[in-house]
């Protein structure tokens, strides 16, 4: 028998191949099928199963492209009714996979239809659990996806408890937990940068299964849940009805655009220019009204998060050769409509003869020089209002990234906004944000907090309840 976790970071989303025999199972597949299906190829297999643990609403699964480029059968757990043909299993059916067995377990809460996987050995040992969102590791899945009329965050966060406590943690000890996301993800709230470890550890270590009755879990797991970026009902219903064939969706998204074709799409078509070079790069020169979210920092979140039409058509600016992995880390999180790049780049751009806008962006030594000689100045903090919380600078005003878009009148057009994050990366975002809609009295400050902590500017870490900005 072998498992294998297939980790993919930006997306802090774990997939798993578990091969037995001539037999293969893929649970929780990634949009992009080929290396699944090359890999059981290479190990003289065929791909049997694929086993959903529930309706993603983080990313996009592979479950159909998968199923009609293998023939493999798709799995869900009770209570899913996706459009297409599916194995919809009871609670406790078993699947033989070569020597080794996949037990089915209802485990409803996150969502109705969730469900973990149960692997036992060629000896009938337990083995591996794969928990999906129900458990990760130091943290359990968030119950507020799932509400409807008649469905509260209270009575899913109940399920999760009847769940964990009747069907996972009477499990043995020694038991491998395989989660389906670790920290990073959206879909839990302290989530370990670990991606694996056995149930006992958890039994000990995570918080929500340490809860002492149900009501103290219901209270712990619902206090402090962040609102779920807005793609993630969009990619609930394409996971569960379908969508394009994701090679379609790359060929489309890597059509090479002149600088004219670009002018005539977002004047006509409304598209957006979406920019992917590194922050320090971009501020340079780039293409007027553009966004900045960088293809090496927490990409996929952030588009999602920001560009809150999932059908808004995009049109990239990237490093030269890196236009597919954007597209298809973008096609991920259900981005589909990229109708192509500036082909050469900004150097074309700038060779046609075409406008460009730049940034401003001083270093942190700067920034504490300017503070000195004028303690009124406008800074902005885009952290998180945790971040922001444990230590700030003293005269800064907060206003996460996260919710840039409904904060935007708490920037000031008249006076200068001294931007900046942690360390670099969410300031540029916020720069973009705001330039793109007319604010562009703004400066970066490069390095962020980071930087700024190294200096003498005045910070706190303690902020009244009563005062605090928008985050």
């Not at 297409?84 to 020597?99: P, R």
């Amino acid at each position: 028998m072998k498992v294998e976790q297939i980790y993919t970071g930006c997306l802090a989303q774990g997939a798993y191949y578990i091969q037995s025999g001539n037999e293969v199972a893929i649970i929780d597949p990634l949009r992009e099928v080929k290396p699944y299906i090359e890999k059981a190829k290479r190990n003289n297999a065929t791909i049997k199963y694929i086993f959903e643990t529930h309706f993603h609403a983080d990313f996009v699964s592979g479950h159909l492209d998968l199923a009609k480029e293998t023939g493999a059968a798709i799995v869900y757990g009770t209570n899913a009714n996706p459009s297409f043909e599916a194995i919809i299993a009871k609670d406790g059916q078993e699947f033989k996979l070569g020597e080794v067995t996949f037990r089915v377990l209802h485990t409803p809460g996150h969502t109705m239809e969730s469900s973990c996987y149960l692997l036992f050995d060629e000896n009938g040992k337990e083995n591996a659990i794969f928990t999906g969102d129900t458990l990760f590791i130091g943290d359990v899945g968030r119950p507020d996806l799932a509400q409807k009329s008649d469905l509260t965050i209270n009575d899913l966060a109940g399920h999760l408890y009847d769940s964990l406590h009747n069907k996972i943690m009477p499990l043995s000890d020694d038991l491998i937990v395989y989660p389906a996301h670790g920290a990073g993800s959206a879909c839990g709230k302290n989530m370990s940068k670990e991606t694996s470890d056995t149930l006992g550890n958890q039994k000990k270590t995570n918080y929500a299964l340490k809860a002492a009755t149900k009501e103290q879990f219901i209270k712990e797991v619902t206090d402090g849940l962040l609102p779920p970026p807005f793609y993630f009902p969009k990619n609930v219903m394409m996971n569960k009805t379908g969508y394009e064939n994701v090679e379609k969706v790359i060929a489309k998204g890597t059509t090479p655009l002149s600088p004219e074709v670009i002018e005539m799409l977002v004047e006509d078509h409304h598209a957006i220019v979406l920019d992917t070079r590194k922050p320090q790069v971009f501020k340079d020169g780039f293409i007027p009204k553009a966004i900045n979210i960088g293809i090496d920092g927490d990409f996929a979140p952030w588009v999602g998060t920001l560009i809150t039409d999932i059908n808004q058509a995009i049109i990239l600016v990237t490093d030269e050769g890196r236009e597919e992995e954007v597209v298809t880390r973008l096609s991920r999180v259900g981005y589909d409509n990229t109708l192509g790049y500036l082909e050469g780049g900004i150097e074309a751009w700038k060779k046609a003869g075409k406008e460009l806008d730049h940034v401003v962006s001083i270093s942190a030594d700067e920034f504490a020089e300017k503070l000195k000689e004028n303690k009124n100045l406008l800074v902005k903090d885009v952290r998180k209002e945790s971040e922001y919380q444990a230590e700030h600078v003293e005269s800064a005003e907060n206003t996460s990234l996260a919710y840039i878009n409904e904060n935007m009148t708490s920037f000031d057009k008249e006076k200068t906004n001294y931007i900046h994050c942690a360390g670099g990366y969410r300031s540029m975002i916020a720069v973009s944000v705001l330039k793109a809609r007319g604010y562009h009295n703004v400066i970066d400050v490069a390095g962020g907090f980071g930087a700024i902590s190294k200096t003498d500017v005045p910070k706190t870490n303690y902020v009244c309840p009563s005062t605090l900005k928008a985050s």
